[in-house]
T-cell receptor, first 115, second 116 residues
Framework: DGGITQSPKYLFRKEGQNVTLSCEQNLNHDAMYWYRQDPGQGLRLIYY???????QKGDIAEGYSVSREKKESFPLTVTSAQKNPTAFYLC??????????????FGDGTRLSIL | GDSVTQMEGPVTLSEEAFLTINCTYT??????LFWYVQYPGEGLQLLLK?????DKGSNKGFEATYRKETTSFHLEKGSVQVSDSAVYFCAPRPHAGGTSYGKLTFGQGTILTVHP
């Protein structure tokens, strides 16, 4: 989606290092989500945020942290506690004002690998 | 809890063949139903959706009908092209707030490869 920018496209992490993935949106959507995608698997929800200054754990939050200080931004930090971080990370947004019939919109993803 | 079962892949077809990718789900109430497509190295794009029973979503020659009685939302295309090669995800969303806030439940995805 042109309205969601994820950066960087590729990221490498060293052992014991925290890394932060960026997600910026100009769609003016309140809700934002982070998913993890492993080969041959569906998307698993890491964290989501309904509104600024609020966020909730998803199904696989351990080893990850987020913040939501601005409506446009929802960065994801992969901490050293996440022992298997190699995956494709996708950020998504949703406009609750449009109702449950409206889809989530996705960025182009960040591929994280271990050095 | 909510779940999705998608037809296992990979699916390999020749150009102009007929495509069906099965999707069945369990969800609270009557969810909205979405199909997303993911091209190599990219994020997910909405392919089509249906929001109530017997609705038919369609886009780019793809169709899927919301079958409440069988809780299914199978994706079909009459004549596939090489450019349709991608991963397809079925994703229901229950109409509920609270802890389900806007969340989608994704199937494991079905890899489609179309040969010339």
């Amino acid at each position: 989606d042109g309205g969601i920018t994820q950066s960087p496209k590729y990221l490498f992490r060293k052992e014991g290092q925290n890394v932060t993935l960026s997600c910026e949106q100009n769609l003016n959507h309140d809700a934002m989500y982070w998913y993890r995608q492993d080969p041959g698997q569906g998307l698993r929800l890491i964290y989501y945020s309904q509104i600024v200054n609020d966020f909730q754990k998803g199904d696989i939050a351990e080893g990850y942290s987020v913040s939501r200080e601005k409506k446009e931004s929802f960065p994801l930090t992969v901490t050293s506690a996440q022992k298997n971080p190699t995956a494709f990370y996708l950020c998504a947004t949703w406009d609750p004002a449009g109702g449950f019939n409206q889809p989530q919109h996705f960025g182009d993803g960040t591929r994280l690998s271990i050095l | 809890g909510d779940s999705v079962t998608q037809m296992e892949g990979p699916v390999t077809l020749s150009e102009e063949a007929f495509l069906t990718i099965n999707c069945t789900y369990t969800a609270t109430g009557y969810p909205s139903l979405f199909w997303y497509v993911q091209y190599p190295g990219e994020g997910l794009q909405l392919l089509l959706k249906a929001t109530k029973a017997d609705d038919k979503g369609s886009n780019k020659g793809f169709e899927a009908t919301y079958r409440k009685e069988t809780t299914s939302f199978h994706l079909e295309k009459g004549s596939v092209q090489v450019s349709d090669s991608a991963v397809y995800f079925c994703a229901p969303r229950p109409h509920a707030g609270g802890t389900s806030y806007g969340k989608l439940t994704f199937g494991q995805g079905t890899i489609l490869t179309v040969h010339p």
